[in-house]
């Protein structure tokens, strides 16, 4: 079977995601690295509105970049029904700041009936260093995806 959606990510590598309907995801401005069935990478550069007071990139930003790399990653599995995030864990380890880009992937873990689990890491890809670490849970919601 042919997955369009699939097919719609892997036509935006080397791009912005401005295939994207929703407007936060446009703002946080992901460029696709990579895609395939099971895992995306997208970058982001961090401009100053990203930034905490301190200049560091915001923890809640972070935990944006991955929970919308996750959801794109979800949206390429072909699924009938929406599947919401029930929960985000975040370890946070190294500091990135503005103009840094910072590479986020994602992996499918588990694909359930009810529950579909994933995996995250965004790495500072000025210095190499692992600046979180996530796994997230969705679980199967009766909202059909529009086609």
Known sequence: MENKRLQLLQSFI?????????????????TVVSVNDKAVEFEFTVRKEMTNPVGMLHGGVISSMIDDCIGVNFMILGLENFYPTINLGVDFFNPASENDTVLVKTELIKLGRTVINFNAVVINQVNGKLVARASSNLAVSSIKIPV
């Open 14 to 30: 080397g791009k912005p995601f401005s295939g994207s309907p929703s407007p936060y995801a446009k703002w946080l401005n992901g």
